[in-house]
């Protein structure tokens, strides 16, 4: 039951996410934030495979990636670049949503290196439910 309800989670994020590939043909003009989500969707594809396969070791490098672009996307916040698609005048509740999402996916790549499959599970149920409430929050 755990991985059917994975599967329909899994495959919301891929759909919503999906306009970000679509998006993402601006070139250098292209956002920060698409930068980091494009990367964040390869990264939960790679994640669910590891998790089929239970391969916990090839779940943290795409995480790496997710994290450099980060540091993209505030540098944008900080200089005022960065327009949310919706409710845009809470950039502050943005950042705190993006701050704990960020310490839940560390925790995700701690339980990869344990190899503790169970915790892999269940951080990935929470960083994905993260992602739903952030999009239905800031983009959808």
Known sequence: ??????????????QTTAGYTEEAKAGENESPIKVEMRLLNAAFIN???ALVLNNPKAIE??????HK???????????????LPKNS???KQ??????????????????????DMKK????????????VQCHTMFRN
């Not at 039951?1 to 989670?9: A, K, Q, T």
């Not at 490098?61 to 997710?66: G, K, Q, S």
């Not at 892999?120 to 992602?131: A, P, S």
């Open 120 to 131: 892999v599970q269940d951080m990935t149920h929470k960083l994905l439910d993260g992602c």
């Open 89 to 91: 005048d809470k950039m």
């Open 69 to 83: 672009a980060k540091a993209n996307t505030e540098k944008a916040i900080k200089k005022g670049g960065l327009k």
């Open 1 to 14: 039951m755990r991985i059917f309800i994975l599967s329909v989670i899994v495959s919301v994020v891929l």
């Open 47 to 49: 994640l669910i495979n």
């Open 61 to 66: 490098e795409p995480f790496h990636e997710v």
């Open 94 to 115: 943005f950042i705190e949503m993006d701050e704990r999402f960020h310490k839940e996916m560390e925790a995700l790549i701690v339980a990869s290196r344990k190899g």
